[in-house]
């Protein structure tokens, strides 16, 4: 079965500084990639999805991930982060081999002004 | 207008009691979903119907009953409430058939935040 891996549950970061938020999941073998965020108190929305093309995927809110296939890995990214950014993020992943699909256990992403 | 909408908000009922979530969403999609997120945020599926009909059914108990009347409407029961039950429970909803189920982008709604005392 595929699993998600999200290594860092809390992330502190000070204001215009950079981040990543980092994802890992089990197989390379036909999947889909995801990251949604979760503002607090709402339900989630996605940011970015990884179908096909080019491994480097650009979302909304000044986010970007990039898929590398022989890390299993799909790291998300943000230059710059404003306090707005403050929030819960999840990685997913759709395993299309057993027809499931996963979130991850999030990683909380505080920006400190 | 809200997409995704759930009523209610907020359900705090006692041991043993039925209750029921509703859900309804206005973007004409043809998939709709139940998530239970527990207390450590993490986030599984439950149930997706699509066109009203059972298409992911995940091991969860039998006192949870999705019933869909129509595609815009996706509403949860639950039997005989346990303390474990405790969580918030999400709807969500995506464009396409069976066939996109696990590309196409989810929409979801604000959440329940069931308490079981």
């Known amino acids: 079965a595929q699993s998600v891996t999200q290594l860092d549950s809390q992330v502190p970061v000070f204001e215009e500084a950079p981040v990543e938020l980092r994802c890992n999941y089990s197989?390379?073998?036909?999947?889909?990639l995801f990251w949604y965020v979760q503002y607090p108190n709402q339900g989630l929305q996605l940011l970015l999805k990884?179908?096909?093309?080019?491994?480097l995927v650009k979302g909304i809110n000044g986010f970007e991930a990039e898929f590398n296939k022989s890390q299993t890995s799909f790291h998300l990214r943000k230059p710059s982060v404003h306090i707005s950014d403050t929030a819960e993020y999840f990685c997913a992943v759709s395993d299309l081999v057993g027809n499931q699909f996963y979130f991850g256990t999030g990683t909380s992403l505080t920006v400190i002004p | 207008d809200t997409a995704v909408s759930q009523t209610p908000k907020y359900l705090v009922t006692q041991m043993g009691n039925d209750k029921s979530i509703k859900c309804e969403q206005n973007l004409g999609h043809d998939t709709m979903y139940w998530y239970k997120q527990d207390s450590k945020k993490f986030l599984k599926i439950m149930f997706s119907?699509?066109?009203?009909?059972?298409?992911i059914n995940e091991t969860v108990p039998n006192r949870f009953s999705p019933k869909s009347p129509d595609k815009a409407h996706l509403n949860l029961h639950i039997n005989s409430l346990e303390l474990g039950d405790s969580a918030v429970y999400f709807c969500a909803s995506s464009q396409g058939g069976t066939s996109r189920l696990y590309t196409d982008t989810q929409y979801f709604g604000p959440g329940t935040r069931l308490t079981v005392l």
């Open positions: 197989s390379s073998v036909s999947v889909y």
């Open positions: 990884y179908l096909s093309g080019s491994t």
């Open positions: 119907y699509n066109n009203k009909e059972l298409i």
